[in-house]
């Protein structure tokens, strides 16, 4: 990962973007900016289809442009920012144009792959990129890592597994690490049976027994797709290799992930289940930042507890393995499928098993029929996305019929 020198808290003040603004980490962000307000400056602000939020954000913190993804809501957000003299744009150009708009600093919380053009966008400016959205990732793997290395920017992970190991690992003694261990809550239906995981609605997969978090993250959390595309995302980001990366089920949420060399050491980093202290990690970074995450009591908490995800109950995790294995376009396809999945499961139209079953499927018939298909470009990339999607789509309408 390049190591960019930038300003640091109490000797200049951040221009800050977040694209995504009105989501939970969006949410998280500008909480901790606003206990910060003399060391940072709010650029651009986005949202999705919330104006009132967005306008909300947008004033509170005096940002230079608000962002709304959705075209037909932009006359509510002028109306809403009238007199302001914030600039008001609408429509995924416009998202683009916000990623791209001068910055220090730039969250990139959108959900899905909808996230990747905007946050590309910052990237090629060269931005320190706090980088929470993984399927940017997922999806786009080393043609995303390429234009990192172009631009010079600086990833900073924002996901609290991969913040964690971001704090524990030294880049310079790779080849001393054994193992990079993902810790993963098990989500809501860790101790659910199969025959209740298949009746599950969507309201208790989105109630995550640790995290509060938005409603796709908070399913591909139940059905530990989340853990799966955080492997992959690993890859990308800790280049010891796809064998060296492992998963232990740690219900507590705690222990955020660990580093185990071939001295025997294991480093972990631990904290409250609070996604505020990662994402200051990567806000005040290099330095450090307080923030209002409960402080660790561990004689309180008494006991953490560890085993070995159950691949029968929960077959998505190794699904994503099994992408990540066959490095051709696979988890650009199954990402893009499990959205639309994830998408279809909330709006009831098919049931919570279906998620892992539809994305098997789809990723079963594209390594048979496309065998390594051409990924070289982010071309390649969004063609693949489209097909995922279209397979999907079409899975989800018989399955619904
Ligand atoms: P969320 O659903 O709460 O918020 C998503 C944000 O993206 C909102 O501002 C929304 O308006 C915007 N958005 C939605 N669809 C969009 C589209 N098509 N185009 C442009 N903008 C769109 O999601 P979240 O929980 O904040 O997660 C955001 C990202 O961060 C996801 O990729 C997730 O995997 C990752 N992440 C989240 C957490 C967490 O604790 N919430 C933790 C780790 C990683
Ligand atoms: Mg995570």
Redesign the pocket.
């Known amino acids: 990962m390049s190591v960019n020198p930038v300003p640091t808290i109490g000797t200049a003040r951040r221009r800050v973007s977040i694209?995504?603004?009105?989501?939970?980490?969006?949410?998280?962000t500008l909480d901790l900016i606003g206990r910060n307000r003399d060391s940072y400056d709010v650029v651009a602000l986005?949202?999705?289809?919330?104006v009132k939020?967005?306008a909300d954000q947008a004033k509170e913190f005096d940002a230079e442009l608000a962002v709304i993804?959705d075209e037909t809501r932009l006359g509510d957000l002028q109306d809403a920012l009238a007199s302001t003299g914030i600039e008001c744009a609408a429509g995924?150009s416009a998202?683009e144009d916000a990623g791209a708009r001068p910055a220090d600093w730039v969250m990139?919380?959108?959900?899905?792959t909808?996230?990747l053009s905007?946050t590309l966008q910052a990237v090629r400016q060269g931005a320190h990129v706090a980088l929470?959205?993984?399927?940017?990732l997922v999806s786009a793997g080393n043609i995303f890592l390429a234009e990192v290395a172009a631009s010079g920017a600086t990833l900073l992970p924002?996901?609290?597994e991969h913040n964690a190991i971001f704090q524990v690992l030294d880049p310079a003694k790779l080849e001393s690490v054994d193992k990079i261990i993902l810790t993963a809550s098990g989500g809501p239906f860790l101790g659910t049976s199969i025959e209740d995981m298949r009746k599950a609605t969507p309201a208790q997969a989105v109630a995550h027994p640790q995290?509060?978090?938005?409603?796709?993250?908070?399913v591909?959390s139940a059905t530990l797709m989340?853990k799966g595309?955080e492997l992959i995302e690993a890859h990308y980001l800790f280049p010891v290799g796809r064998e060296k990366l492992d998963v232990v089920i740690h219900p507590q949420s705690i222990i955020h992930s660990m580093v185990a060399y071939n001295d025997g050491s294991v480093l972990a980093q631990l904290g409250s289940p609070d996604?505020r202290t990662?994402i200051s990690y990567t806000l005040a970074w290099p330095e450090r930042m307080e923030t209002p995450a409960d402080r660790l009591n561990l004689a309180e908490i008494g006991q953490l507890t560890f085993e070995n995800p159950d691949l029968e109950r929960f077959p998505a995790l190794a699904l994503a393995a099994e992408a990540l294995r066959l490095d051709n376009g696979s988890a650009t396809v199954m990402n893009a499928a499990n959205e639309i999945a994830v998408a279809a499961f909330l709006s009831e139209r098919i049931g919570f098993l279906d998620i892992s079953a539809l994305a098997a499927d789809i990723l079963e018939d594209f390594a048979a029929r496309e065998g390594r298909a051409s990924f070289t470009t982010l071309d390649d990339v969004l063609d693949l996305d489209d097909l995922g999607r279209q397979k999907a789509q079409e899975w989800v309408q018989k399955r619904a019929s």
């Open positions: 694209l995504g603004s009105t989501g939970s980490i969006g949410c998280n986005t949202a999705q289809t919330n939020a967005l993804g995924r998202l990139a919380a959108i959900v899905g909808a996230g905007p929470a959205n993984k399927e940017c924002a996901d609290s995290w509060s978090m938005g409603a796709k993250i908070s591909d989340n595309l996604m990662p």
